[in-house]
């Protein structure tokens, strides 16, 4: 039963994919290594720290407690999406100025979970960024950088708004 | 020294934005898990669920007729493949003929001792498979009485090592003087403890072992901190040259000292990709993360202090138990070493006898963390010379400048170390500007009539400490740079990238040396096909050895190029003037890189030192504390450390204020906790908490460079470690100085909203 397979389509990053799996599959792990997009990472697979965040129809989810099943139809974003060969976006330009990452494990996290924040608030103060990024961990930097980073970042969204 | 001389900083000090950053930040990294191989398997590790234990029967035939099961191999497999044998984890660092007992096998036989320790490996066809496989392995264990802590661990409640006769491998002497002769006017014992805590970096640790049996070849992917090292090690224990293996650094999720010692794993897994002769990996979970990589910090002190009164220090006494955990791995000899030859800080302590033992328990073993030992260290002594300084009626900052070690007075020695001897000394500095300094960006004497206030119902404090920080362990690191074809340059160094920006500042120092932009630099690093040698990053190491060893290669490199220029120019190599990005020229003649590349320049690099760099520094904190719930807020935290030299001053700034809030971290939340039997009680982020980016937002990091190493040519000091070592004390100062009213001393970390309750609770004003 746990090996039953299952094709589910969806929107990732544009393009619309297939991708037979075990049922039992997350959405992480299948977007990991059935779709090689290995820019979302695992770090804990139990909902807490955040590194897997892709964003789903709009919203930032974690990709470790949402079966791969459950995204059929959906709009999927990753890091993948956020990112172009040309120039680092704002966001990942601002992360880069202000030293925002070190090992950068979390960073695609942050990336997708400030994304989807700055998208709907581009006028966030620091104190509602802190709220919203302390649901993903970083071991690095301490935040302050982060935090300075997505704050900075809210001048592109507002333009685009 | 002559290639300081040469060497004119140019990138080198400025906020040069990170080469890493480019991949990083688009999800282009590299890590471990990301790697696929053609015919790649799975592995998982089945671990005891007993703390102590002697293991009767393991029965794995369910699991090995499962399908997509393709290995299972247990204590009984593993012996078999190594001469009747079980390979054990040697010690890395500070080895001794007398631990070799206590040295971990690489797969628990004959008995468990801590729950997490490896029974067996299942290799399928997928990661679910495999851990499906697991829960059918039918396991047999005969409980023995387990050892939670060091107190049963001294009562010899249970015997880890029976032949032993004692659960205590070791205990460690650091002297100084003669402490016990010292008659003081002033003495206070006090016993302190800092708990159970670890790394947790995000990236769990993770494997990727490929055989290639036609050509003898293991390729193991996922080596950080010292690949050579693993690469020695696991080439003695498969019975391999070292040629034959090799270890491949990918990106790294975050060292702290955890991640990338030799751990069981780092044999399983290569064992269980020759045997099936296909690619296998193995990823860390979470739970196994907490449970199994390398735990810190557990350490009870006793500590006395003798002071003239004035203040003056005459001599430090003291004791330490270090939980060590079920058995001495890779770097398990540190911690207890550093708490006892360091527990006298940056000052002038003139007599000093500490004991230090190493004591087994069935709990996961230890090995270093970020500051090891140092941390501890720190929180004993600075909340003790607070104590001190009030008993002595003495200003508390006044009583650590006047115990401080002075500028005159270098180099200092402290407590010498023993066994194996290790003499040490601090290598420069005046470490009461960063004092000065420190208390001036808190606004200490603006501040200073807050302590023990009562404001909106929360009592206020501040906190001081000074400290140092320890870097550039030897012997040696190499580099080496290739003239390229198209006139760039490769530059190969043995140290590692574990998170703190190393191709950036690596590139920056190279790109001075060279004189060429940073665009001309390929930089490669960490992994054993690019260098006969390499010692890797750990102690703060990288930037001194692995940065100093780049500046002697690329001055090799400059002679090679007036040599072959030489050659062309039919001149002698003296007379041709290697200029800004390594073009030769001679009379009005001259030649590019790329033009001489043709003649495959390329030249090696060495910096050997036995001479450690101290960093140093103070730190301060504001505290507001509620006294019905505990809890704490930090209202503002300031650490000022003078490295020597700083490369990239995003990077090192970085660096200094992630290590404080990893540091706040022990303070306040983090605990690595079992019951009584041994069971292990925080094995998700749940359970152990880290820091979130609500919890302390106001952290500022102050890093100088007004005294440079005298000891290595770039003059820069270790300093990716400083920010943490203080924080336990110098928060845990504040706390005091806040809660003075009501008589509450922290004794113990962390200091989490209950335990400041009880604190409360059972002092008495």
């Not at chain 1, 925002?100 to 509602?128: N, W, Y």
Request: net charge neutral; aromatic share 6%; with cysteine.
């Amino acid at each position: 039963m746990a090996n039953r397979t299952i094709t589910v389509r969806f929107e990732l990053n544009g393009k619309q994919i297939a991708a037979k799996v075990p049922v039992r599959t997350t959405l992480g792990d299948c977007l990991r290594h059935d779709l090689m997009q290995t820019g979302t990472h695992l770090a804990c697979e139990h909902g807490v720290c955040g590194a897997c965040t892709v964003i789903v129809d709009g919203a930032a989810v974690r990709s470790c407690l949402m079966l791969a099943v459950q995204a059929e139809g959906a709009k999927v974003i990753t890091v993948e999406g956020l990112s172009s060969d040309d120039a680092l976006t704002p966001l990942q330009a601002a992360f880069r100025k202000h030293h925002a990452l070190q090992c950068g494990f979390c960073t695609p996290g942050m990336i997708t979970t400030a994304h989807a924040l700055l998208s709907a608030e581009p006028d966030a103060d620091k104190a509602r960024i802190r709220e919203v990024l302390s649901g993903n961990l970083c071991r690095c930097t301490g935040y302050i950088s982060i935090v300075e980073a997505v704050y900075e970042a809210r001048a592109a969204y507002r333009i685009r708004k | 020294m002559k290639v300081a001389d040469t060497f004119v900083p140019n990138l080198v000090g400025t906020p040069v934005e990170r080469i890493e950053d480019l991949r990083l930040l688009r999800g282009r990294g590299q890590f471990v898990d990301d790697l696929h191989r053609e015919g790649m398997l799975h592995a998982a590790i089945l671990r005891s669920s007993v703390a102590h234990g002697r293991i009767r029967a393991i029965d794995a035939r369910a699991a090995r007729a499962m399908p997509g099961v393709r290995g299972v191999y247990t204590a009984e497999d593993v012996a078999q493949g190594s001469n009747g044998s079980i390979p054990t984890i040697p010690l890395r660092l500070a080895p001794l003929p007398e631990l070799v007992p206590f040295e971990q096998p690489v797969i628990a036989h004959a008995k468990v001792r801590y729950v997490g320790e490896p029974l067996a490996v299942v290799v399928a066809d997928s990661l679910a498979l495999a851990e499906d496989a697991l829960e059918t392995i039918e396991i047999d264990i005969e409980p023995l009485p387990a050892v939670p802590d060091r107190h049963s661990s001294a009562r010899k409640q249970a015997l880890l090592f029976e032949a032993h006769g004692s659960n205590v491998p070791i205990t460690y002497t650091a002297i100084k003087g003669d402490a016990n002769a010292v008659r003081a006017p002033y003495v206070r014992r006090e016993t302190f403890r800092v708990q159970r805590h670890t790394a947790v970096t995000m990236e769990p640790r993770g494997l990727l072992a490929v055989w290639d049996g036609a050509r003898t070849k293991m390729t193991v992917s996922g080596a950080a901190k010292v690949p050579w090292a693993t690469r020695s090690t696991l080439a003695q224990r498969m019975d391999l040259p070292e040629e034959c293996v090799d270890m491949i650094e990918h990106d790294v999720g975050g060292g702290f000292g955890v991640r990338g010692e030799f751990y069981p794993e780092d044999y399983l897994i290569p064992f269980a990709a020759r045997k099936l002769n296909r690619p296998v990996k193995w990823i860390e979970d979470r739970r196994e993360n907490l449970l199994a990589s390398n735990h810190s910090r557990e350490i009870d002190m006793e500590v006395e202090i003798a002071c003239e009164v004035d203040g003056t220090i005459l001599a430090l006494r003291g004791r330490a138990w270090v939980d060590m955990g079920a058995y001495v791995r890779a770097s398990g000899t540190i911690p207890p070493r550093n708490v006892a030859q360091f527990l006298s800080g940056p000052y002038r302590v003139p007599n000093i006898h500490v004991e230090s033992s190493m004591m087994l328990t069935n709990k996961g073993p230890v090995g270093t963390y970020r500051g090891p030992g140092r941390f501890e260290a720190d929180f004993f002594r600075e909340r003790l010379f607070d104590m001190a300084a009030r008993d002595l009626g003495i200003d508390r900052v006044e009583f650590r400048r006047r115990n401080l070690v002075s500028k005159e007075e270098m180099p200092y020695p402290i407590a010498t170390v023993t066994p194996p001897e290790r003499k040490e000394e601090f290598d420069g500095g005046d470490y009461r500007i960063t004092l000065d300094r420190c208390l001036a960006e808190i606004g200490w004497a603006e501040k200073a009539g807050l302590d023990g206030k009562l404001i909106d119902g929360r009592y206020h404090g501040l906190g001081i400490g000074c400290f140092v920080e320890g870097g550039a362990a030897g012997p040696r690191e190499n580099a080496r740079i290739v003239l390229d074809p198209d006139g760039h340059v490769s530059v190969f160094v043995g140290s590692t990238n574990i998170g703190q920006g190393l191709e950036t500042v690596s590139t920056q120092i190279a790109a001075d040396a060279l004189r060429m932009p940073m665009e001309r630099i390929r930089f490669y690093h960490g992994s054993t096909t690019y260098l006969k040698e390499g010692f890797g990053s750990f102690h703060s190491r990288s930037v001194v050895m692995g940065g100093s060893a780049i500046l002697g290669a690329a001055n090799a490199l400059k002679d090679e190029i007036r040599k072959a220029a030489a050659r062309r120019f039919a001149c002698s190599a003296d007379d041709v003037e290697v200029g800004s990005g390594l073009s030769a020229s001679h009379r009005g003649k001259s030649l590019s890189a790329a033009e001489l590349a043709g003649d495959g320049i390329s030249a090696e690099g060495t910096f050997a030192n036995h001479h450690h760099t101290y960093a140093y520094g103070a730190a301060a904190a504001h505290v507001a504390v509620d006294a019905r719930t505990g809890r704490v807020e930090l209202l503002e935290y300031v650490t000022v450390e003078d490295v020597g030299r700083i490369i990239n001053p995003l990077t090192a700034r970085g660096q200094a204020v992630g290590a404080v809030v990893q540091g706040l971290g022990g303070t306040f939340l983090e605990h690595l906790q079992y019951d009584q039997d041994g069971q292990f009680l925080t094995a998700s982020l749940a359970d152990y908490l880290l820091p979130t980016a609500t919890d302390f937002p106001n952290i500022r990091a102050i890093v100088l460079e007004n005294s440079p190493s005298p000891n290595n040519p770039l003059g820069a000091k270790g300093g990716g470690e400083g920010g943490i070592v203080p924080v336990g004390g110098v928060v845990s100062n504040a706390i005091a100085a806040a809660l003075a009213p009501l008589g509450a001393e922290p004794r113990e970390l962390p200091l989490s909203p209950p335990a400041v309750w009880r604190l409360i609770r059972d002092s008495k004003p």
